[in-house]
């Protein structure tokens, strides 16, 4: 059924699929012959690679592609033909499935694929699935495979894993100099975290706009506006398009225009996106006049112990204190603080059923919530890219009611 609505998008955004186009260009078109590629997990120390010279390749933004295509649907049954179950990470099963078949959606950006890795650098802060991830393809590329071990369900992040996970990252950059064959610079490094931490500064702020009533921007759109801090942050491109956009939001915000026409209800959205119903579930909400006005996922980029000033330990803090490696205790904390900030009538939870790292709501944690704050909530089973796990009519349905429960309050 042709919805009622129209999703608006902003004028930066062609901007932004210059930004994004450009920094896949140089990573897999001609000129990128030569370069050293490192590839990253989306919360490792890519201020440290970049600063070594390397071109910084994520695979999750791969992932997400995959995921937002629905090329998934096709790709995961191939991995999972290989051994990797489907009950893992569906990013990496599209991913690896993606690289059996030789079928990636760089390939409609006329781009040969994914480019091939020097070295894989990961951080198990996220999920121990990404060490496992890049095992594959370091035992396909014959390539180094080195990386982090952060501890996860972290209540403090205290001085002891600042300074175990710093020393990892410093113990790092000899083999990494030894595969870039450039000698880390300091100064270089101080000037990408400054770089990196500012684009954190924006993305932060752009976020932030959401707290005004009526929104300008959703968590839909956050998730395709977020593409330049994910891949180039610590890169001057990703400073400039932020600034274009938070103009733009500010405008929107002077002019009273909404994301959602006459915004009545406001959520917050706890997990993973559904990449492959990102667009359905846009109009969903639309024609429900509620704005998803913010979520863990897209302030899961921001930053903010970056410091230029102690390298090792600023990236360690910055890498420990994500939302995803903490102990429920902080995880509630900030929730609690986030439905605040952002005048939320109630969470949605997502529970990605391959990606328990991300999902949240198993432990008692909304009921917990709403008893805090007294904001209901909703539980919708699914998932980030295997639509198998999806029940379109059931999401819908428990959307409606959920909705229907708040104008009721
Ligand atoms: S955090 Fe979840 S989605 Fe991300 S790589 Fe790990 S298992 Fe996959």
Redesign the pocket.
């Known amino acids: 059924m042709p919805s009622s609505v129209e999703l608006k998008d902003f004028a930066a955004s062609k901007k932004m699929r210059g930004v994004m186009g450009q920094y896949f260009m140089e990573m897999m078109g001609p000129e990128a012959a030569d370069k050293k590629i490192a590839w990253c ?2 919360v490792g120390p890519a201020e440290l690679l970049r600063a070594l010279g390397f071109e910084v390749y994520f695979p ?1 933004n791969h ?1 997400a592609m995959l995921g937002a295509t629905r090329m998934a649907t096709d790709l995961i049954p191939e991995a999972n033909a290989r051994g990797f179950s489907p009950d ?2 569906s ?2 099963t599209s991913d690896i499935g993606s690289y059996l078949k030789g079928e990636s959606p760089f390939n409609k950006m006329k781009l040969p694929g994914p480019p091939k890795a020097d070295v894989l650098v990961f951080n198990t802060n ?2 121990r ?2 060490k496992d ?1 890049f095992g594959f393809y370091a035992r396909e590329w014959d390539v180094p495979c080195i990386g982090v071990h952060t501890p996860r369900a972290i209540g403090e992040v205290d001085d002891a894993i600042i300074t175990s996970v710093a020393k990892q990252i410093e113990a790092l950059v000899a083999p990494l100099e030894e595969i870039s064959g450039e000698k880390l610079d300091l100064d270089k490094l101080k000037e990408v975290i400054t770089l990196s931490r500012r684009c954190t500064e924006l993305w932060k702020a752009v976020l932030e706009t959401a707290a005004n009533a009526p929104s300008p921007i959703t968590f839909f759109d956050g998730t395709i506006q977020m593409g330049p801090a994910v891949v180039l942050r610590g890169a001057q491109e990703a400073i400039d398009y932020y600034e274009i956009l938070l103009a733009e939001l500010k405008q929107r915000i002077a002019d009273g225009v909404g994301a959602v026409d006459g915004e009545k209800h406001r959520i917050y959205w706890e997990g ?1 996106p559904i990449w492959g119903k990102l667009k359905n579930l846009a109009l969903q909400f639309m024609e429900l006049k509620t704005a998803v006005v913010a979520s863990t996922y897209c302030n899961s980029w921001v930053f903010e112990a970056l410091d230029p000033d102690k390298p090792f330990e600023g990236m360690a803090r910055a890498y420990s204190e994500i939302f ?1 490696c903490r102990s429920d205790g902080p995880k509630e904390a900030y929730m609690e603080r986030m439905i605040e900030k952002f005048k939320a009538d109630g969470v949605f939870y997502h529970n ?1 059923k ?2 328990p ?2 999902s949240n709501s198993s432990y008692d944690m909304p009921q917990r919530l709403q008893g805090k704050t007294g904001k209901p909530f909703v539980i919708v089973d699914g998932d ?1 890219n295997d639509l198998r796990l999806y029940s379109e009519e059931q999401t819908r349905t428990n959307i409606e009611a959920f909705i229907e429960q708040l104008s009721q309050d």
Do not use: H, K, P, R
Request: proline share 0%; hydrophobic share 40%; charged share 10%.
């Open positions: 997990t989306s999750e992932g893992i990470c990013y990496l996220q999920c699935d990404v991830w993973m995803i990605a391959t990606c790292n991300n980030l």
